[in-house]
């Protein structure tokens, strides 16, 4: 329930945020002027609320179930983005879309019945420096984002958002004390920060100057894919007993079906234009 809680709040996050975005106008002043303008607005104030909310949802979902399951509930947050803006924007799902999103349900659904608790591996030291290791690999993608060139920029940079938003994933659980000394000398702590604002830089760049539907499908196969191998192979995630196969396909539909509604990864305009005709907007997590 809070990894579905997570999804529903992102994805009604990102069409809030996309109307306010919109309804700030295109003065001048740049992006930084139109995130100034946008936060001036109701609607961005509560779907900054409801990320806030969401990484709770989060961060308590992955205290409790297996990586892969939080991850594919989270890749599902692009369903929500897509129903929740066909009913305020006025977007018009086309009949693949509406089967897309009953086949993210479906998805989960076996997900949802296939998962066993979260692993009982405690993480290596190991592991948790790689963790840091790679949000500072994703930090320095996102700082050298701006000079990549080519139709591949944006694939790249969503997969090397989606690998952050995997560091967040795996270093939620790898945290084993919540007294404030030991999250200062916790290698975890500073990998979600450094994760987790490495990837919302990386996708900002991705969306602003590149394929609103490629950047966003990399970063739905980077932040599942490795962050539940990790937690398969390292700390010990398991499905119920004979059910491996049920989790497997359905981890495999749930993510399929959120890589056909990418194009959600950013709210559509309103006046049917495709997403990437749309000004770059502030993104919520997908």
């Not at 994760?195 to 100057?209: D, H, K, P, V």
């Not at 196969?221 to 010990?236: D, F, N, Q, S, Y």
């Amino acid at each position: 329930m809070c990894a579905l809680a997570a999804a529903i709040c992102f994805g009604t996050a990102t069409v809030l945020q996309a109307m306010a975005a919109r309804a700030a106008g295109d003065g001048a002043g740049g992006e930084a002027a139109l995130l100034l303008r946008a936060v001036r607005q109701w609607r961005y104030v509560v779907g900054l609320g409801l990320d806030g909310l969401g990484f709770v949802f989060q961060i308590l979902a992955l205290r409790s179930l297996p990586i892969y399951a939080v991850s594919a509930a989270l890749a599902s947050s692009l369903a929500v983005t897509a129903v929740v803006a066909a009913r305020l924007l006025r977007v018009r799902l086309s009949g693949v879309e509406w089967a897309a999103v009953g086949v993210v349900c479906a998805g989960l659904a076996m997900l949802g019945l296939a998962s066993g608790p979260e692993g009982d591996r405690a993480g290596s030291m190991t592991l948790k420096w790689v963790m840091l290791g790679t949000a500072v690999g994703v930090l320095l993608l996102g700082l050298a984002g701006g000079r990549l060139t080519g139709p591949g920029r944006a694939l790249l940079l969503g997969l090397g958002a989606g690998f952050g938003f995997g560091v967040v994933e795996v270093s939620v659980r790898l945290i084993d004390t919540l007294r404030p000394a030991g999250l200062l000398t916790e290698p975890a702590t500073y990998a979600l920060l450094v994760g987790g604002g490495a990837a919302f830089m990386l996708l900002t760049s991705a969306l602003q100057r590149g394929s609103v539907t490629t950047a966003t499908a990399g970063m739905v196969v980077g932040e599942t894919i490795g962050p539940a191998a990790v937690g398969v192979v390292w700390l010990g995630d398991r499905t119920r007993e004979g059910f491996t196969w049920l989790a497997v396909l359905g981890f495999a539909v749930a993510v399929a079906g959120s890589l056909a509604l990418a194009r959600f990864g950013e709210a559509p305009d309103t006046e049917g234009a495709g997403p990437e005709a749309a000004g770059p907007v502030s993104p919520s997590r997908p």
